[in-house]
């Protein structure tokens, strides 16, 4: 489990699972989204959500379920903001070099 902050004074976090960065990875759900001047703001989460959403409603994940965990849990959450967001794709950045170490 890992924990991210989601805003600057640090007095709010998200709880992050394997499960939700395993869940990013399988449906791309980063990549790409950055826009090219780099820039993360509140339209590149807004993006983020929409994407989410529009994969739940069409109903072609097959893991309905953890893509439905990592909206309402992280992305949906009351504390998600474009501060959190940029928490998140550096921990994700982290975790999938990890992992890619690993399988080395």
């Known amino acids: 489990m890992y924990k991210i902050q989601t805003n600057a004074s640090g007095t709010r976090s998200i ?4 499960e939700h960065l395993n869940t990013l990875d399988q449906h ?4 790409g989204l950055i826009p090219s001047n780099g820039i993360v703001d ?11 959403k529009s994969i739940i409603l069409s109903g072609e994940a097959d893991d309905n379920k953890a893509i439905c965990d ?14 959190g967001l940029k928490e998140l794709i550096m921990l994700y950045v982290g975790w999938k070099d990890a992992k890619e170490e690993q399988e080395l």
């Open 15 to 18: 709880e992050i699972s394997e």
């Open 28 to 31: 791309s759900l980063l990549k």
């Open 42 to 52: 509140e339209t590149t989460l807004e993006t983020l959500k929409h994407n989410v």
């Open 70 to 83: 990592l909206a309402f849990n992280v992305l949906f959450h009351d504390n998600m903001k474009v501060f």
